[in-house]
Nanobody
């Protein structure tokens, strides 16, 4: 069983930065894409960013483009999301996801983490 474990969430002031990370545990696997999503209270889960594990090509939602950066460490099979210039509306639970083999950027993910809370205060 593959598990994804997020870390690095917390409380940050608006305009600040935070980095969340995701590491797999359990059996070894080789996803073709890894991604970050978030879900705010009362809202649907929102795609944020994804990265191809083979090419390193990235794809971002317009809402975070230029502020968030997804990166992957292939040697450790981890993925991180660097978040800069955070806004109150970025407050949400952030989830890591991995896809065995999806041709899409925003859907088709098979494995999900438990989530880590990010709270941005004014």
């Amino acid at each position: 069983q593959v598990q994804l474990v997020e870390s690095g969430g917390g409380l940050v002031q608006a305009g600040g930065s935070l980095r969340v990370s995701c590491a797999p545990s359990g059996r070894t696997f080789s996803p073709n894409k890894m991604a970050w999503f978030r879900q705010a209270p009362g809202k649907e889960r929102e795609f944020l960013a994804a990265i191809s594990t083979s090419t390193g090509i990235t794809y971002y939602a317009d809402s975070v483009k230029g502020r968030f950066t997804i990166a992957r460490d292939n040697s450790e099979n981890t993925v991180s999301l660097q978040m800069n210039n955070l806004k109150r509306e970025d407050t949400a639970v952030y989830y890591c996801a991995a896809a065995r083999n999806t041709i899409y950027w925003t859907v088709g993910y098979d494995y999900w983490g438990q989530g880590t809370q990010v709270t941005v205060s004014s």
